[in-house]
């Protein structure tokens, strides 16, 4: 096991598994947020983040998130190290004719770096305060109370700089997805010339609805819910 994870491309199905395992959090993270522009108050966006607090998903499934977090960062270093010493100037050569694809597949080590240093703000902005300091304020529907995860998202987006870290993060995380998300789907060998270019264009689609969908709903809280 430990010789499969040391080798090359030991690395890569790694770096493939723990991407697609992080772009399923990110539907699902994406699909909570929308309910931030349900016009209730809060309410129902408050009643589905506060999941996350459930003891299961809290100590059960966040591990396993961070986890997979830290596995894409470790593995990506090694990676980029490695194709550096080996390659000189033709560092990440992707095979992927399509343009932003291929500028994508050059700089996604600068991408990922970009859209981790949204996460450590990201992070300190609203995980910190909910779940390790519980800074944040509470309030009560039908007899249960909860964390009012809605008026701190609320708060943060009311403040301009923030929404720009905000979209530019998304964008960010869109150009890395254009080409990880193909490019893992090859690696794991689901991929011959036809599906190549399939996995592109369903990379793509993925990837801008992804960002645009975290992008617009900062842009909108700030100009509609404050
Ligand atoms: C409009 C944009 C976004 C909003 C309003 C937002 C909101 C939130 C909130 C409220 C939490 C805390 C959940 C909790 O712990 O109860 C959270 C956590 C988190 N977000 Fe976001 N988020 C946004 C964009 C993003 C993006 C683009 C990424 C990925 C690049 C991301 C990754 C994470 C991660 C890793 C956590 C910590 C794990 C968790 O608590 O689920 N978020 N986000």
Redesign the pocket.
């Known amino acids: 096991m430990s010789t499969i994870f040391g080798s090359s491309i030991g690395r890569k199905l790694l770096m493939s598994l723990s991407g697609l395992f ?1 772009v399923t ?2 539907i699902v ?2 699909s909570i ?1 929308l309910l ?1 522009l349900v016009p209730d108050g809060g309410e129902t966006f408050n009643i589905a ?2 999941f ?2 459930l003891p299961l998903i809290k100590y059960g499934l ?1 591990p396993v ?2 986890g997979g ?1 830290i596995i894409h960062i470790i593995y990506a270093s090694i990676l980029t190290l490695q194709n550096n010493k080996a390659r000189g100037n033709a560092k990440y050569a992707s095979g992927n004719n399509t343009k932003d694809v291929m500028w994508a597949s050059k700089n996604m080590y600068v991408l990922g770096i970009t ?1 981790t240093a ?2 450590v703000v ?2 300190v ?3 910190v305060p ?2 390790i300091t519980h800074g944040a304020a509470s309030v009560t529907y039908d007899g249960v109370e909860m ?1 009012n ?1 809605y008026a ?2 609320n708060a ?2 009311s403040e301009a700089w923030r929404v720009a870290l ?1 979209v530019v ?2 964008l960010g ?1 869109t150009i890395h997805l254009t080409h990880g998300f193909w490019s893992a789907f090859q690696t794991l060998g689901f991929s011959n010339n036809i599906w190549r270019k399939r996995w592109t264009v369903i990379g793509i689609a993925f990837a801008w609805i ?2 645009l969908g ?2 617009a ?2 842009i909108l ?1 700030f100009a509609f819910y404050q």
């Open positions: 992080l959090f990110l993270h994406l947020n931030l983040a506060n996350m607090a966040q998130l961070f977090f859209v949204f996460l990201h992070i902005d609203f995980f909910l779940q964390h995860t701190l998202v943060a987006l905000y993060g998304s995380l992804i960002g975290f992008a709903i900062a809280q």
